[in-house]
C-alpha cells in the first residue's frame, strides 16, 4: 500500500495527491525529516532503520521543476504503522486528508494528473526500488 496525503494546491485551485513532505530542520538529516513529515502528516511511524533513500548518498536531490531552485530527497517508508491523532492539528495539516492505495490505485491517480510532479517521480524510484529489492530476496 501506498499512503498519500491529498491537499489544496494554490496553483491549480484544486486537490491533489502527494506523499507527505516537508523541509529538513536545522540538524536533521534527511532521512530523520522524511520519518517526522510521515508522522506529521500521514500520522505514520517508522523506525528510521526502515526508511530507505531513493538516492545515492550525498545526492543533491532532483530539480522540483526548472523555474525553481527547490530540490527533492525521495524516501520509501517501509510498513510504517498507523499512530493515534491527538491534539489540534497544525494549520498547514488541518487541510490535508490521508489516502492509502494500491499500487494500481496509486498508478491511477499518477495517470489522471493528480499527483504533483516529485511524487509521481517517488513513486516510479519506490516501485524500482521494490521491485530490485524483490529480484534480490528471490521473491
Known amino acids: 500500500m501506498f499512503t498519500f496525503v491529498e491537499e489544496f ?3 491549480s485551485g484544486q486537490r491533489h495527491f502527494g506523499f507527505p513532505t516537508g523541509g529538513i530542520d536545522h540538524g536533521e538529516t534527511p532521512a ?4 517526522r513529515e510521515l508522522l ?9 532503520s526502515d526508511v ?5 548518498a550525498g545526492h543533491p536531490g532532483i530539480l522540483e521543476v526548472k523555474w525553481s531552485r527547490n530540490r527533492f530527497l525521495p524516501f ?8 493515534p491523532r491527538s491534539g489540534t ?12 492505495v494500491d499500487e494500481n490505485g496509486a498508478m491511477e491517480m499518477l495517470r489522471s494528473g493528480s499527483m ?3 511524487s509521481a517521480v517517488t513513486l516510479q524510484l519506490a516501485l524500482d526500488w521494490l521491485k530490485s529489492s524483490s529480484a ?3 521473491r
Open 136 to 138: 534480490q530476496d528471490g
Open 40 to 48: 506529521e502528516e500521514a500520522k505514520l511511524a517508522a523506525p528510521l
Open 89 to 100: 492539528p497544525e494549520i498547514e495539516e488541518s487541510g490535508i486528508r490521508v489516502v492509502s
Open 32 to 35: 530523520r525529516a522524511a520519518r
Open 52 to 56: 530507505q533513500a531513493l538516492l545515492p
Open 76 to 83: 520509501l517508508a517501509l510498513q510504517p504503522e498507523s499512530t
Open 9 to 11: 494546491a494554490a496553483g
Open 116 to 118: 504533483f510532479l516529485p
